[in-house]
Every structure is written in structure tokens, then in C-alpha cells.
């Protein structure tokens, strides 16, 4: 294995395509820690260690750090990370199966997605300018719950449009990088800066983990005895083989070619197989419900502090952090269940696919071509959609169950199952088959072929 992976770097042209993506995500890293000049980071460093107390900001600023690659808890020119990018993407698709425009243009092939990447562009940087004008607006209001956030002279309104432009045009340098390792690089550029995003926690849960060895020593039935990290290690190496299996699985349905007669040969009648793949999804189901259930804790936690705890503080500690029980999970699993067949229904074109089938002379046994193929692929994928739904559902509480069964701290667990870990794993499975391609192409063996 080791050899097979020294084989990517004697290939001139993947060589320079690892390090020009080496070298931009370098840069993405570099920028994630240069500061906004006019904030004092010392007041907000010290807010953000107050602000763990308050659950439902200091989580909403978690999750949107952990989704778009970004550190905003310390207002850097970053600080949106790529999430404006994703955003746009989202209304796009989502806008494509409504609006006929979009429609046609998707049907255009490359000419279409040009023009759609275009506009995706342009509303990127319209909601950078709100997202980061607001946050800057937040900071000077006081909302991590102090004052002297933004330094004295410097709170005007001409210096909170010099740090929207600044947070803007990060975000747009960003979506820059993610665009040159997609032309230039190897691997899908935002979906790396995510990873990399998530992967660059690692050290601190780590630091987390091992300190009470530290401080306490390692031995037998304390907080860091050798059972408990030998136990969670098995338990991440056991949830990421489950998650690769189910990412990669398929449900393959059997097409048969029809036969045409060409001059004296006959040509066709291969059988082949349609992939249908059981999380077809993706994490998207995760993120929206997770982001969802921030707004009903958001909003039980306000109306407990300012109206009293007799009604809302149990709706509060219900959807808070520190009360992640039954009602959030019933919640989060119905969500995700939600979102499953709704981010399905917009991706997977039943009738669309049927059609394809037929144009290439193409049926599934056992079934006419046109309404009747449709009507079956649309069978399977509510099907196949029920399973994909329930992986999610268990990844997405694995972190819950682990932090409360072992007694350890969410960011650590976090690693464990969630959106994090499926964005690590999904990009990573696609960043070594893009290398395998290159190999395989130079007759090389490709990192995930078995040994001959």
C-alpha cells in the first residue's frame, strides 16, 4: 500500500496537481487566522469563553463554523468561510426544479452550467455583503454579551463597511481557491476547504481528550484510563468503516439493451446495471435539519430569560445542549427523515431517467419503457431513501449517545458521527477515486484495487 501510494508522486503532471492543492488549502489555513484590524480580540476571545454558558448562540456559531470552513467566533477576513458560496448553490438547485429558465439551461450541458455558475457567483457576493454587515452591526450591538468588541474610534459606519468588504471579498477569495484546485488541483476545491475546515479541530479535541491523562495520569477506571481510549478508539474506527459502507452503497438495477441490426452485425443486448445509491442525499438532510432545530432552541432560550423559567425553561433544556434528549433527538430523526425524501425528490428525477432509458433503447426487464420504468425506479428509491434516511438518523445521534454514555466533551464526540465526519469521508473517498483515475489512466494499479 505504501508503495502503491510513493507511485502518485512519479507522475509529473498528479505530482504538481497534489502540491498546487497542498499549496492553496496552505493558504486558506493562513488566512483563517488573520484578524479583522479594528476588533479587540482580546474582549472577544474572552466573550467566547463566556458565551459557553450560552448554549444557543455559541452552538449556532459552532455548527455554522463547522459547515462553511469558516472561524467567525474570531472575526477574521474568513470569518464567512464558504458558506455564502453554499448557500447560493442550494437556492440554485433548489430554484432549478421550479423555475423553467434554470431548467433549460441545466439541459444545456457545459453552456448552461457556465451561466448558472455565473449567477451562483453574483448572489454569493449579495449575501456576503448582508451576512457580514450584520455580523459586524452584532458585534457592535454587543451580542456575545460585552462591550468594547470593536475598538474605540474605530465604530463608525465608514470602518463597519471596510470590515463588509474585507469579510466579503474573503469569501470571494475563497470561492477563488476552491474554483482553481477544481481547474488546476485534484479534488473538488470546496468540498476540501470543508474538510480541511473540519480536520483542523482534530488537535484541539485531541488536546481535550488526553488532558485529564495529563493531569491525572493514565491507568485503570479513572476519567482517562486505558479502557476508555482504547473503547472510543475502536468506536471511530468502527462508525467510519459503517459510514464508508453505507456512502458507497448501491442498489443496482439490471437494464437490458435492445438489439438493432447494423449492415450484417447486430449491435446491443448487453446487460448492464443502473447505480442507485442508498444515501442519495448526501449530508444535506443533516445540515438542514440541524440547522433548523437551532432556531426553536434560539428562540425557547430568549423567551426563558426574559419571560421566566414556569413555561419555557423546559423547552429550553429540551432543545438545549445540555438536555439533548428525547424530544431533540424525536426531532432531529423526524427531520432528517423529512429532508431524505425532499432533497430526493428535487435530485432524482424518476421520469426524467425513464425517459434517458428509452432514447438509448434501453428497458429494465420486466417492465415497459416510459411511465411503468418511472413508476418502478421511483418504487425503489422510496425505498432505498427509508434506509439511507435511517443511517443518517443514527450518524447524526451517534455524537449524542457518546458524549453522554462516556462521559466526554461534545467536540470530541463530534468526530464520532454527524456532519462532519460523513463531509470528511465523502470527500475523502472522492479525492483518492480522482487519484485512482489518474493512475489507472498510465496503466499504474489505483490506490483502492485489491493486491494481485
Not at 438495477?253 to 442507485?276: D, E, N, T, Y
Request: hydrophobic letters at 50%; aromatic letters at 12%.
Amino acid at each position: 500500500m505504501i508503495a502503491r501510494a510513493l507511485t502518485v508522486f512519479k507522475i509529473p503532471e498528479l505530482r504538481r496537481k497534489i502540491f498546487l492543492t497542498i499549496a492553496l488549502l496552505g493558504v486558506y489555513r493562513m488566512g483563517f487566522w488573520i484578524p479583522l484590524p479594528f476588533i479587540n480580540q482580546q474582549v472577544l476571545q474572552e466573550s467566547l469563553q463566556n458565551m459557553q454558558t450560552n448554549q444557543g448562540i455559541g452552538q449556532i456559531m459552532q455548527v455554522v463554523a463547522l459547515f462553511s470552513a469558516s472561524n467567525i467566533g474570531n472575526s477574521t477576513i474568513f470569518g464567512l468561510g464558504i458558506m455564502p458560496y453554499i448557500s447560493a448553490s442550494i437556492i440554485f438547485q433548489l430554484l432549478g426544479s421550479v423555475v423553467p429558465r434554470l431548467q433549460e439551461l441545466q439541459k444545456e450541458g457545459e453552456a448552461g452550467r457556465k451561466k448558472i455558475n455565473e449567477w451562483t457567483r453574483r448572489a454569493t457576493v449579495v449575501i456576503c455583503l448582508f451576512q457580514s454587515y450584520f455580523w459586524i452591526r452584532a458585534l457592535s450591538g454587543g451580542v456575545l454579551g460585552g462591550g468594547g468588541l470593536i475598538l474605540e474610534g474605530y465604530d463608525t459606519f465608514g470602518w463597519h463597511i471596510v470590515g463588509t468588504i474585507t469579510m466579503t471579498a474573503g469569501t470571494v477569495f475563497l470561492m477563488w481557491i476552491g474554483e482553481q484546485i477544481d481547474a488546476y488541483g485534484i479534488g473538488n476545491g470546496i468540498s476540501l476547504l470543508i474538510m480541511a475546515g473540519i480536520l483542523a479541530r482534530m488537535p484541539q479535541a485531541g488536546a481535550e481528550l488526553l488532558r485529564p491523562a495529563f493531569d491525572e495520569g493514565v491507568g485503570l477506571g479513572t476519567d482517562s484510563g486505558i479502557e476508555k481510549l482504547l473503547l472510543l478508539g475502536l468506536i471511530f474506527v468502527a462508525v467510519v468503516f459503517w459510514v464508508i459502507m453505507i456512502t458507497q452503497g448501491q442498489r443496482r438495477i439490471p437494464i437490458q439493451s435492445a438489439k438493432h441490426v447494423r449492415g450484417r452485425r447486430v449491435h446491443g443486448g448487453q446487460r448492464q446495471s443502473l447505480p442507485l445509491r442508498v444515501n442519495q442525499a448526501g449530508v444535506m438532510p443533516i445540515i438542514f435539519a440541524s440547522s433548523l432545530l437551532m432556531l426553536p432552541m434560539f428562540l425557547f432560550q430568549q423567551l426563558h430569560q426574559h419571560f421566566g423559567p414556569r413555561i419555557w425553561g423546559p423547552l429550553a433544556d429540551a432543545f438545549g445542549s445540555s438536555g439533548r434528549g428525547f424530544i431533540y433527538n424525536i426531532s432531529y430523526v423526524g427531520l432528517i427523515y423529512f429532508f431524505c425524501y425532499f432533497w430526493t425528490a428535487i435530485t432524482f428525477n424518476p421520469k426524467d431517467m425513464a425517459s434517458n432509458l428509452k432514447d438509448y433503447g434501453s428497458f429494465v426487464p420486466g417492465y415497459r419503457p416510459g411511465e411503468r420504468t418511472a413508476a418502478f425506479l421511483e418504487q425503489v428509491m422510496v425505498r432505498i431513501t427509508y434506509v439511507g434516511a435511517a443511517f443518517l438518523a443514527l450518524v447524526a445521534i451517534i455524537p449524542t449517545i457518546v458524549a453522554t454514555a462516556m462521559g466526554i466533551p461534545f467536540l470530541i464526540a463530534s468526530f464520532y458521527g454527524g456532519t462532519g465526519l460523513l463531509i470528511v469521508v465523502s470527500v475523502a473517498l472522492d479525492l483518492v477515486q480522482k487519484i485512482d483515475s489518474h493512475l489507472v489512466m498510465r496503466n499504474y494499479p489505483g490506490l483502492l484495487e485489491g493486491e494481485s
